[in-house]
């Protein structure tokens, strides 16, 4: 009688054992299934829109000449007397067209060609065209005077400079200027304002 006891007593020891096996490989089966079913990728959108603004700097914003002589010619393209060059550079996030005018620098005539400018790529940049609405690079062209129409009839060089690139490092235009003295000029300070005009190519 003892010993049916203690049988059936390990059999339902062996059978509880069992029974608590299964349940635990069950249990631990579905938490892996469950952590398996947690693990997932969602993407998500970032969205911006760069707005269009249209802002020209001048680095240079000065030209000196220093003493001139009557009747000579100087240009920045040689560095006459250390004169810098205007440097135009584009801080806006479009390219720009620029047109350049400017008030009287001489008293004595009110001739074009003694005043002029060129334009050309800035060093190290490739932004300017070479051929921008019929201006070329290298080439004097007259400034247009911005003072008086009856002495000079007002000619806009739309586009003298063209297409001028926005991207850091390639964003400049280099200005030279060219003045002739005239023969009758008289002498004292002579001082002009040179305007430049953007907008978007």
């Known amino acids: 009688m003892l010993e049916s006891s203690n049988k059936l007593a390990t059999t339902l020891f062996l059978l509880s054992l069992a029974i608590a096996l299964f349940g635990a490989w069950i249990l631990s089966s579905k938490a892996g ?28 914003a000065t030209v000196n000449f220093g003493a001139v002589q009557v009747g000579a010619s100087y240009d920045t393209s040689v560095n006459y007397s250390n004169a810098s060059q205007f440097l135009l550079r584009n801080d806006g996030s479009v390219k720009v067209n620029v047109t350049i005018t400017t008030t009287w ?90 305007t430049f005009t953007a907008s978007q190519a």
Do not use: M
């Not at 299934?33 to 249209?54: K, R, Y």
């Not at 002029?116 to 290298?138: I, L």
């Not at 008086?148 to 390639?170: H, K, Q, R, T, W």
């Open 33 to 60: 299934f469950e952590t398996i079913g947690l693990v997932s990728n969602p993407t998500g959108t970032v969205s911006a829109s760069v707005q269009s603004t249209i802002d020209i700097f001048l680095k240079n």
């Open 105 to 194: 620098l001489w008293t004595s005539v009110c001739v074009a060609s003694h005043f002029r400018f060129n334009v050309t790529n800035a060093s190290g940049n490739t932004s300017v065209p070479s051929n921008c609405n019929n201006y070329n690079q290298s080439t004097w062209y007259n400034i247009p005077n911005s003072d008086d129409l009856e002495c000079s009839p007002l000619i806009f060089p739309s586009g003298a400079v063209c297409n001028l690139n926005f991207s850091d490092g390639n964003d400049y235009a280099r200005i030279d200027i060219q003045v002739t003295v005239p023969t009758g000029e008289s002498a004292g300070s002579k001082t002009a304002t040179v």
